[in-house]
T-cell receptor, first 112, second 112 residues
Framework: NAGVTQTPKFRILKIGQSMTLQCTQDMNHNYMYWYRQDPGMGLKLIYYSVGAGITDKGEVPNGYNVSRSTTEDFPLRLELAAPSQTSVYFC???????????FGSGTRLTVV | DAKTTQPNSMESNEEEPVHLPCNHS???????IHWYRQLPSQGPEYVIH???SNVNNRMASLAIAEDRKSSTLILHRATLRDAAVYYCILSNSGGSNYKLTFGKGTLLTVNP
């Protein structure tokens, strides 16, 4: 029972580089989310998806892109990394009930 | 989304009960009250949720005021492993239920 798996756990990027943060869940959840958390702050929603083929912007989508081609996977793409994107990124999923989100363990990204 | 107000920090002693307050004076009739917690260097973890009645589960109890303008998360016997940031979040039972908004939460310190 893996839950939500995020890779990589850590990454250092140079300004202007691109990368994809991977997120996979094995619970057949329809809803998936990407949040970022800056030091000492709460989580801010970047993008979310209510099912395969459907994505929508959250509170802070600029500089990011997502896709949802399967129920299991929800990758987050950074095209031109900037220092402001240094953060910890969390992926989460949930089913259609009121049961809570299941979060991954996070990806710590540093842009230098 | 309706906002919540929580103290920035609280302290407790090990094996004593902890009452974490949350004010939500603008709550609407269909808003559910959710609690999550985030242990150091981990993703948030679902704790409990409720609508009108008090709720109990293996992790905690949720006491909801009669007018629903406040709630209290109760940890019956705090342990060192309960030291975390606790988030109180409101979500509508309808469409916006799938996008929880996290504030800064309450940092709980548990003293041995």
């Amino acid at each position: 029972n893996a839950g939500v798996t995020q890779t990589p756990k850590f990454r250092i990027l140079k300004i202007g580089q691109s990368m994809t943060l991977q997120c996979t869940q094995d619970m057949n959840h329809n809803y998936m989310y990407w949040y970022r958390q800056d030091p000492g702050m709460g989580l801010k929603l970047i993008y979310y998806s209510v099912g395969a083929g459907i994505t929508d912007k959250g509170e802070v989508p600029n500089g990011y892109n997502v896709s949802r081609s399967t129920t299991e996977d929800f990758p987050l793409r950074l095209e031109l990394a900037a220092p402001s994107q240094t953060s910890v990124y969390f992926c989460a999923s949930k089913d259609s009930s009121l049961r809570g989100y299941t979060f991954g363990s996070g990806t710590r990204l540093t842009v230098v | 989304d309706a906002k919540t107000t929580q103290p920035n920090s609280m302290e407790s002693n090990e094996e004593e009960p902890v009452h974490l307050p949350c004010n939500h004076s603008t709550i609407s009739g269909t808003d559910y009250i959710h609690w999550y917690r985030q242990l150091p260097s981990q993703g948030p973890e679902y704790v409990i949720h409720g609508l009108t009645s008090n709720v109990n589960n293996r992790m905690a109890s949720l006491a909801i005021a009669e007018d629903r303008k406040s709630s209290t998360l109760i940890l019956h016997r705090a342990t060192l492993r309960d030291a975390a940031v606790y988030y109180c979040i409101l979500s509508n039972s309808g469409g916006s239920n799938y996008k929880l908004t996290f504030g800064k939460g309450t940092l709980l310190t548990v003293n041995p």
